[in-house]
């Protein structure tokens, strides 16, 4: 079992050393739900002006407000050491600071699986727990019809996107798996 202080530090391997969970906004939850509100002005929202006169009420933009629900999830996870372990371990009092860094590692691995690959539906319990990314996306999906990652599937893609999302291109990131990349770094 860890301290408090040791679980907050195991906390903080999986969510530093991940790719996807560091691109993510992380929420503590004191509960099991937690709502949090966005707000974000969709459309135009500056109009050329004359000084003293206001906007016309057509050429005020109301920002699009809604909440979204948090519900945690409960996961166990169990790194058992014997006694004689860590007993004869060279590396003595490091030994329990190694093994925990490697359990977070490890979770860090599983936390963005289940992230990307969650299905209510999937026969595998652990994934079976939420739905991930994959599952959740409905909208602006590219069909590739099976075929390998290329820059014209990547185009596409592109191109499909909302002009919303395309405004800062530094902002971008193409996640895919290292196969695909391999792929695609072959085809050019």
Not at 5 to 15: A, D, S
Not at 48 to 72: D, F
């Amino acid at each position: 079992l860890l301290s408090p202080e040791q679980y907050l530090e195991f906390v903080e391997i999986p969510i530093k050393s991940s790719v996807l969970i560091g691109m993510v906004r992380v929420e503590q939850m004191g509960a099991p739900t937690k709502e949090l509100s966005k707000a974000e002005a969709q459309a135009r929202i500056l109009f050329p002006g004359t000084e003293g006169n206001a906007l016309q009420l057509a050429q005020r933009t109301k920002a699009a407000t809604t909440k979204t629900t948090l519900t945690s999830k409960l996961y166990r996870g169990a790194a058992p050491v014997t006694d004689e372990v860590l007993e004869d371990n060279i590396t003595k009092e490091r030994f329990q600071t190694m093994v925990r860094d490697l359990a977070g590692k490890a979770v860090k691995r599983d936390m963005e699986d289940i992230a990307i690959n969650g299905d209510t539906s999937s026969a595998d319990p652990t994934l079976a727990l939420q739905d991930g990314y994959i599952k959740l996306i409905t909208t602006n999906l590219v069909a590739a019809g099976g075929i390998r990652l290329s820059k014209t599937t990547l185009r596409d893609m592109d191109l499909l996107m909302p002009d919303a999302f395309r405004r800062d291109p530094s902002e971008m990131r193409f996640l895919t798996s290292h196969k695909a990349a391999v792929w695609y770094r072959d085809s050019i």
